[in-house]
């Protein structure tokens, strides 16, 4: 409000002439610094307008939506900056694209000064609407930079955290390859160990089964062995009885010569003695033993 009074103070004070030069050129200062289009001044719309808008006399401006709904109320007060708005003139709902005729006939009659200081205080709304959005526009800037200075920070420190991380973790695998490479070197000698106990245990197994089958073979010659044994035991004990002289009985003792008689016909006839017959088994090659 300040800065609008400021801009007008000349044509209050009878300079109107000399302050349109002043007037075109803040008006070109202004169509160059904004897109000719003012915003809501509501905090949560900033909304660009169109169609109607509601102007206060504290220099600021709405559009129709919010302006309807906050200046309905009584007593009416600014939503941009709390200033009671108790006049006739305070509010006003005006049109911002008027009709060429509304153009010919607002100003008409009007002696040059007022048409001058008309347009000088429109000019210097326009102005105060360029600067609020300028400093609106540097304050969310600062604002944003702040914040970018604080996610920088943050991120600074994130990612050292994360660089302590990632070195112990570089730690940690370097000592898990060490142990691994201690166990791969305990499981090849291990494997070697083991490998040399399966060749012992395959030359062990290989003595004893030779040690089986010739245990095997020993016993099978000695069961082989075992009746040919007693066939020499009885004609053993044949051969000693042969040699052993025989007695008569009391018949051949009765008679004297009987027993010659006996044995002479024997040795006439060509016969061997008893015990020196061979048995039908022996002459077919096999010992003859008698079962019990």
Request: one cysteine or more; aromatic letters at 8%.
């Amino acid at each position: 409000m300040g800065m609008l009074n400021r801009w007008t103070q000349p044509l209050n004070n009878g300079g109107g002439g000399d302050y349109i030069f002043l007037i075109i050129a803040w008006s070109v200062m202004a169509m160059s610094l904004c897109d000719d289009t003012l915003l809501c001044n509501f905090p949560k719309c900033r909304s660009k307008l169109s169609g109607f808008a509601w102007v206060t006399a504290c220099s600021h401006v709405f559009c129709d939506q919010h302006g309807s709904g906050e200046f309905s109320r009584s007593p009416a007060t600014c939503p941009a900056c709390s200033s009671a708005l108790s006049g006739k003139l305070d509010i006003v709902r005006t049109e911002l694209s008027p009709s060429e005729e509304y153009k010919a006939m607002v100003l008409a009659g009007l002696r040059p000064d007022v048409v001058l200081d008309i347009c000088a205080r429109a000019l210097a709304f326009w102005s105060y609407q360029v600067h609020q959005e300028r400093m609106y526009q540097e304050y969310s800037l600062s604002r944003a930079e702040g914040q970018l200075k604080q996610m920088d920070k943050l991120l600074t420190q994130q990612n050292q955290s994360r660089e302590l991380e990632l070195s112990s973790m570089r730690g940690e695998i370097t000592s898990l390859k060490k142990v691994m490479e201690e166990y791969k070197r305990k499981y090849s000698e291990v494997s070697e160990r083991l490998m040399e106990r399966n060749r012992q245990y395959q030359k062990l197994q290989g003595l004893y089964d030779s040690l089986r089958l010739r245990n095997m073979v020993v016993d099978v010659g000695e069961r082989d062995t075992q009746p040919q044994t007693g066939h020499q035991d009885l004609n053993h004990a044949a051969a000693s009885q042969q040699a052993t002289p025989l007695r008569s009985p009391q018949l051949f003792s009765r008679r004297p010569d009987a027993q010659s008689r006996f044995f002479s016909c024997l040795e006439a006839d060509g016969a061997k003695p008893f015990f020196q017959f061979r048995s039908p088994a022996r002459d077919r090659g096999r010992p003859f033993v008698s079962k019990p």
